[in-house]
DNA sequence: GTCTATATAGCGATAGAC
DNA sequence: GTCTATCGCTATATAGAC
């Protein structure tokens, strides 16, 4: 039995739709720059329905955001493991993050624009979760590095970068487009980007091809 | 003779007050989430006073946007040039954009925000100014390229992941303190910052050491 | 459950005394 | 030029009809 009265797909379909609209509007303006409004306008239903299902705009926000770090948690770290060739691995590991980046950019801005204030509500997750991950990744590093696979640089810093040079594409993208002279990121810009990524992280890392 | 009255220093210091208050709550919300009555707590003087300097909300953010890009423009760009070795070059880039991480967070934070808002307002100078900067460092680096020092990559998106990779350290510092477990990003965590970044640039470019 | 109409608060901006 | 007091608007949140 659910906390929650569930009598139907009415409230499943409502929820949907207000957090798909939220996640847009939220990742346009930031959570002071979204108006309730706009959401429920966007969601095609009342204000007062976000307030019947949410409370309150704090708690809606939070929704967007547990649901982005749920599906961000599944994306990528399973790349880094010690049993792959590190040229394998972080290849993957860096189209993944910028498969995120070009399909999910609104979440990207979320998570950035929520960093940006503090990280007032992730925080825990920063400390808890991503740490640790940080650290089994730092692992994996230091065993490819004492097997000559790879250069021993700081994991950490390297993650660093690569979530930087990964996210930049959806965060800052309207940086890029005015550089670019572009409309809009088409697929070989992102190509350039994942050849670009990939040969400072690989070869930056002195990781030698695989075999 | 100003279209500003200037009777003396009470107006410079004052107005200088408000700019540097600004641009501390600025960078803690952006411009939704900031509070022209912090802004003006902050600097220690009544809200009427800032509107009867900068007028309106939104012409403040302006000036404190426009006092960011003005001292930003003269900072990195002048290591790119052909004459230098790219080693040189490009390590020089990097630690000063670096620096300017370390020592004007809140400036980078700023223009972060300003870009994650779709840059209504730096849109100009994106596509202006800054365009053509990246079309002239492109060039020395086709220069390079040509000369066998360093690696044809697309130089648009080598500096991309630069601007990334440096201003993350501003930008996402809670980031990197909640994972490196830290309460302030001490001169340790840049000089490994430097490191690492420098690393994957050089080496990523296959910029052979200077002789 | 869903919607319209409204209450309440907070913010940007200003009037007007000094 | 500087400040206090206040206006008017907008946005969140809710009350209450259906």
Redesign the interface.
């Known amino acids: 039995m659910d906390s929650l009265p569930e009598t139907g797909t009415a409230r499943r379909d409502s929820t949907a739709a207000i957090l798909a609209a939220a996640e847009r509007v939220f990742a346009?303006?930031?959570?002071?720059?979204a108006r309730m409004n706009e959401i429920a306008t966007e969601a095609g239903l009342p204000k007062a329905n976000l307030h019947y299902y949410f409370g309150t705009k704090e708690r809606l926000y939070r929704a967007v955001l547990e649901a982005i770090l749920t599906q961000w948690l599944d994306a990528a770290a399973e790349w880094i493991v010690p049993g792959r060739h590190p040229a394998e691995a972080l290849t993957g590991y860096v189209q993944a993050k910028l498969d995120h980046a070009r399909l999910r950019p609104e979440a990207s801005?979320i998570f950035?624009?929520e960093?940006?204030?503090?990280?007032p509500l992730v925080?825990p997750f920063?400390?808890g979760e991503?740490?640790r991950r940080?650290q089994d990744m730092s692992l994996v590093f230091a065993h490819w590095a004492t097997q000559g696979l790879m250069?021993h640089?700081?994991p950490?810093?390297?993650f660093?970068?690569i979530?930087?040079?990964t996210?930049?594409?959806a965060?800052?993208d309207?940086?890029?487009r005015?550089?670019?002279?572009q409309d809009a990121l088409d697929g070989q810009t992102f190509a350039?980007?994942a050849?670009?990524?990939t040969?400072?992280?690989?070869?930056?890392?002195?990781v030698r091809a695989a075999d």
């Open positions: 346009r303006g930031g959570f002071d720059g801005r950035a624009a960093l940006l204030r503090g990280a925080m920063l400390a991503q740490r940080v250069d640089l700081p950490a810093h390297v660093f970068c979530w930087a040079m996210q930049t594409y965060d800052f309207v940086q890029i005015a550089v670019l002279a350039d980007a050849a670009t990524v040969a400072l992280v690989l070869k930056g890392c002195g």
